[in-house]
């Protein structure tokens, strides 16, 4: 199971089943898409910070998303534990279970 721990502004909060940083995880299947990790857009999508793989592909070819403090703008970049998304404010930690 992949966890987002969410930090930043708090306020946001996550889609439902994402962690509010208070422990709890996503109760749904992980997307692993085929190989260890799971790719950057599947993420932001799984982890609620877009509605829509579409959406979250726009957001990284615009630049709008850092992984462990750089510009990150391959969609398919596999993200692993201990890795850092900088998105919309947002900061978000991958916790593979």
């Given at each position: 199971m992949i966890v987002a721990v969410v930090g930043g502004d708090e306020g946001r909060g996550a889609e439902e089943?994402?962690?509010?940083?208070?422990?709890?995880?996503?109760?749904?299947e992980t997307?692993?898409?085929?190989g260890p990790g799971i790719k950057l857009d599947q993420f932001?999508?799984?982890?609620?910070?877009?509605?829509?793989?579409?959406?979250a592909k726009l957001m990284i070819r615009e630049g709008e998303v850092r992984?462990?403090?750089?510009?990150?703008?391959?969609?398919?970049?596999?993200?692993h534990r201990g890795d850092r998304v900088e998105v919309a404010?947002?900061?978000?930690?991958?916790?593979i279970e």
């Open positions: 089943g994402a962690s509010m940083g208070d422990g709890t995880s996503m109760n749904e997307p692993a898409g085929g932001l999508k799984w982890a609620g910070v877009t509605p829509t793989g579409g959406q992984v462990n403090g750089e510009v990150e703008t391959r969609r398919g970049r596999r993200l404010g947002r900061t978000l930690t991958v916790d």
